[in-house]
């Protein structure tokens, strides 16, 4: 698994240790070089806030450590990335609830339909009994798309249609159903247009009130999908959202290939939310749980 993470992670990696190890190479660590790691970290998609941190505190390492040598600085800088990470390594403990509620939610294209179909071949691979339910109804790929998904994973049933057609009804036919089967796992796709977002939220709001109508405690996970590649601009996504619905859990997607890996550690740190799984290739089983020694491991070196 780690080796799969590690080639996966190869560009964040060249863009992020790959360089520092460069820098400190055979270097007395001051002020300067410190300057120059600055840059890289920037250059690697952590933000400003989350890179004047990490520099501040090992400013401080390097006044109190005078002889600290390249192996003892890239230590500390391990140090100081493991501690924003580690505070978001919570996984996703499935509690006995038949069914279980994760509604996903995120903007169009960043990979959502996709993680359903992972994540319920992950949990079919569990032993998990799985239903998904269509809650995008926008799209009308999407229903299909999980059709087949659900399909390949072995899911119970996927909820596409109804009368109506309308979302939040699809919603709440999926969760009668998925609690008179006694299910383990029900997974909610929603629909992510950004242009209207004010519309679609009110919808996710709607959608959450119909699930909390049939069980007061769900959902119980409400996740956000977040794509590595869209950088910076993912903290205003994951900002939008939990301001609108609280995010409870975080998948990003296409970390492989991605050079813009680092982003996770702002994500990390400007939000105490957990990141549950990342996504690194296209096949059903390119999901892993999110390990913060791991990911630290393979973007560092
Ligand atoms: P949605 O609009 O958010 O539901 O996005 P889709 O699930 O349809 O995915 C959009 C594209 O991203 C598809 O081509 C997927 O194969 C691709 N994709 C999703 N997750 C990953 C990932 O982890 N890695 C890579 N390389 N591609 C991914």
């Avoid at 699809?170 to 992510?192: E, P, Q, R």
Wanted: aromatic share 4%.
């Amino acid at each position: 698994l780690f080796n799969r993470l590690k080639q996966s992670l190869l560009n964040t990696r060249k863009k992020l240790g790959d360089n520092i190890i460069e820098l400190i190479r055979n270097k007395r660590i001051d002020t300067v070089i410190l300057d120059k790691i600055k840059n890289q970290l920037l250059i690697a998609d952590i933000n400003i806030h989350t890179t004047q941190k990490i520099i501040n505190n090992l400013r401080n390492y390097i006044s109190f450590n005078t002889n600290c040598n390249e192996q003892s600085f890239h230590d500390a800088l391990r140090n100081e990335m493991l501690k924003i990470v580690t505070l978001i390594d919570r996984p996703l403990f499935l509690q006995e609830k038949k069914p279980f509620i994760i509604l996903m939610v995120g903007v169009n294209g960043v990979g959502k339909t996709t993680t359903i179909g992972k994540l319920a071949h992950y949990y079919r691979l569990k032993n998990k009994t799985v239903m998904l339910a269509a809650g995008d109804t926008c799209r009308a790929a999407a229903a299909d798309q999980l059709e087949i998904l659900g399909k390949r994973s072995g899911c119970i049933a996927v909820i596409t249609k109804n009368t109506t057609s309308d979302s939040a009804s699809i919603v709440f036919d999926a969760v009668k159903i998925a609690k008179i089967k006694s299910v383990d796992l029900l997974i909610i796709d929603t629909a992510g247009r950004l242009q209207n977002k004010i519309y679609a939220m009110e919808e996710l709001k709607k959608i959450i009130r119909v699930i909390t109508k049939i069980d007061a405690t769900a959902p119980h996970e409400t996740m956000l999908v977040l794509d590595a590649n869209i950088g910076q601009n993912s903290v205003n996504q994951v900002r939008m959202f939990n301001e609108a619905i609280k995010i409870t859990g975080i998948v990003m997607t296409k970390l492989d290939g991605s050079a813009k890996g680092g982003t996770l550690l702002s994500i990390a740190d400007h939000f105490s939310i957990p990141i549950r799984y990342i996504g690194i290739g296209q096949n059903i089983d390119d999901l892993q749980p999110f390990k913060s020694h791991n990911f630290v491991e393979a973007i560092l070196k």
